[in-house]
């Protein structure tokens, strides 16, 4: 006589972080009401790297969190291999589902050969990922739409959108214009405007070149749209050396600017990045604390927002199989 057994499981969440950011992580953890867990990192003399997680993740939804940097003497790189170990343990610990959660993720900008002979390297830390053992990716505000389709799995792409927003409509008054610091972002700075339209918010656009074969370097040419007498927000991904901002911001100003803003959900500031935006003419610089701001770094005019509680309803929605698009109207995918 065969005989089945039919058992009822308890879901189990488990959220784990690397080194890089591990306050926001911990910022998650209490929006989610969870305890965040021990990865126990031990590296060796020859900087390789060994979590062993403090609990058994058996049959468990495991989230592990690293944004993609450099800190503490580490490099963007290290903090990437870091996370895959950790995927990877967690993998052959028997999770029940492993979810890379990258607030953001490293390498974006290559997303596609712009010259000859060059990497897709965004395509290739996707295959990691998945080689490693992650079923799905949660990350924010990704540097173009398409890098959602280089990960062969579910990919929650959240926006910072509605922090920004918040603090637009706390901090400025009518007549804002936001102003994309690129053709290719036209599309959220609309969106961004819509959101505003009861703050007579309008749309312009920066028409930039950037040199061949040099990295990191633009040249604001022209602007396209109203900006005559007006606040003038700048709203890009991210933020690295700030030449491009800083730019855009001195011809927004040539061209009749009021007062000029910088708002960005990444703030990368390498290298002479806090020099030029301290010596700018914009007058507050708006991140979000999806990256580290190390102390050296903070300067007056720039200002921190949080999107924990965005990583966490996300984190939330994945782990209870609910809609993450909901959670922006639908508004996140592009």
């Known amino acids: 006589m065969n005989k089945t057994i039919d058992k009822v499981t308890t879901k189990r969440m488990a959220l784990y972080t690397g080194r890089t950011h591990p306050q926001l992580a911990e910022e998650v953890a209490q929006h989610l009401e969870v305890q965040l867990g021990e990865a126990n990192i031990v590296e060796f003399a020859n900087g390789e790297i060994r979590p062993r997680f403090g609990e058994s993740v058996r049959g468990g939804d495991v989230f592990i969190m690293q944004t993609h940097c450099g800190a503490d003497g580490r490099s963007v790189n290290d903090s990437i291999m870091e996370q895959l170990i950790m995927i990877d343990a967690a993998y052959r610990a028997s999770a029940k589902r492993v979810t890379a959660v990258?607030?953001?993720?490293?390498y974006a900008r290559?997303?596609?050969?712009?010259?000859?002979?060059?990497?897709?390297t965004a395509r290739l830390i996707a295959d990691l990922f998945k080689a490693a053992g992650s079923k799905r990716m949660v990350s924010i505000d990704l540097h173009s739409g398409q890098i959602q389709g280089f990960f062969e799995g579910p990919v929650d792409?959240?926006?910072?959108m509605p922090v920004l927003e918040n603090y637009v409509r706390a901090n400025a008054r009518d007549g804002v214009t936001i102003v994309s610091p690129d053709a290719g972002r036209v599309k959220v700075a609309e969106r961004f405007a819509q959101h505003l339209a009861d703050m007579d918010a309008d749309v312009?656009?920066?028409?930039?070149?950037r040199p061949k074969g040099t990295t990191n370097v633009a040249e604001a040419k022209e602007v396209i749209g109203d900006v005559d007498g007006r606040l003038c927000i700048l709203a890009d991904d991210m933020i690295d050396t700030g030449g491009t901002i800083v730019s855009a911001a001195d011809l927004l100003f040539k061209r009749g600017a009021k007062e000029v803003w910088a708002m960005a959900t990444h703030g990368?500031?390498?290298?002479?990045a806090i020099?030029?935006?301290?010596?700018?003419?914009?007058?507050?610089?708006?991140?979000?604390n999806s990256l580290p701001l190390p102390v050296e770094k903070r300067i007056a005019k720039i200002e921190v927002l949080s999107v924990a509680k965005i990583l966490a309803d996300a984190l939330a929605a994945v782990f209870d199989e609910t809609s993450v698009s909901?959670?922006?109207?639908?508004?996140n995918q592009s």
Request: hydrophobic share 35%; net charge negative.
């Open 102 to 106: 990258c607030p953001f993720y490293g």
């Open 326 to 331: 909901d959670l922006f109207d639908g508004e």
């Open 204 to 209: 312009a656009f920066i028409n930039k070149r």
């Open 157 to 160: 792409h959240l926006t910072a």
């Open 268 to 272: 990368v500031l390498s290298g002479p």
């Open 275 to 288: 020099e030029r935006l301290e010596n700018s003419s914009i007058s507050r610089v708006v991140l979000t």
């Open 110 to 120: 290559q997303d596609r050969k712009a010259e000859g002979r060059e990497p897709i």
